[in-house]
T-cell receptor, first 110, second 113 residues
Framework: RKEVEQDPGPFNVPEGATVAFNCTYSNSASQSFFWYRQDCRKEPKLLMSVYSSGNEDGRFTAQLNRASQYISLLIRDSKLSDSATYLC???????????FGTGTQLKVEL | NAGVTQTPKFRVLKTGQSMTLLCAQDMNHEYMYWYRQDPGMGLRLIHYSVGEGTTAKGEVPDGYNVSRLKKQNFLLGLESAAPSQTSVYFCAGGGDANTGELFFGEGSRLTVL
């Protein structure tokens, strides 16, 4: 079983739609969680960290469910510019290595 | 500030040839990493360094060597390239202490024929 699993998609949604991605992780020792965004043929960039209490950054909301070992990303009012691959990333406590999921592709259409 | 810079951006090699990818950072990161990204596999850690003069193996280290002689540079070497090493390679700095933010270079596309 992969340490971090994501639905690869693609998720094709119309502009203005709300879309949600889930990611599951297998190692219960994981302590820090993040969403990265990767545009086509570009490098990944941090989108947001995921906190235990959930957190919001504009149209983006991230949540963590430790009991079920998954994190989620909700995007409201999707824009064409949101089209990208979203990578779920997990960091174990005490270390500095991040484990990346394979990513979920989002395509926002007119 | 250039951030994290990788060279070369593109390279085509024949099986058995050697090459070195250079990663340079001006962000004063202690930690640096080399990842490879393949379709359906995500980013996989090859080697990493927690400071000048140190290196450690990641998830897929076989066939690669690294060196961190200076804090700002992290070199990835392929001694005898194989077609299985065709990939996009990303260098990153960061991931220090309590943050999970890595700053990536733009990537290096390597094709081994």
């Amino acid at each position: 079983r992969k340490e971090v699993e994501q639905d690869p998609g693609p998720f094709n949604v119309p502009e203005g739609a709300t879309v949600a991605f889930n990611c599951t992780y297998s190692n219960s020792a994981s302590q820090s969680f993040f969403w990265y965004r990767q545009d086509c043929r570009k490098e990944p960039k941090l989108l947001m960290s995921v906190y235990s209490s959930g957190n919001e950054d504009g149209r983006f909301t991230a949540q963590l469910n430790r009991a079920s070992q998954y994190i989620s990303l909700l995007i409201r009012d999707s824009k064409l510019s949101d089209s990208a691959t979203y990578l779920c990333v997990v960091k174990r406590g005490g270390g500095n290595k991040l484990t990346f999921g394979t990513g979920t592709q989002l395509k926002v259409e007119l | 500030n250039a951030g994290v810079t990788q060279t070369p951006k593109f390279r085509v090699l024949k099986t058995g040839q050697s090459m070195t990818l250079l990663c340079a950072q001006d962000m004063n990161h202690e930690y640096m990493y080399w990842y490879r990204q393949d379709p359906g596999m995500g980013l996989r850690l090859i080697h990493y360094s927690v400071g000048e003069g140190t290196t450690a193996k990641g998830e897929v280290p076989d066939g690669y060597n690294v060196s961190r002689l200076k804090k700002q540079n992290f070199l990835l070497g392929l001694e005898s390239a194989a077609p299985s090493q065709t990939s996009v390679y990303f260098c990153a700095g960061g991931g220090d202490a309590n943050t999970g933010e890595l700053f990536f270079g733009e990537g290096s596309r390597l094709t081994v024929l």
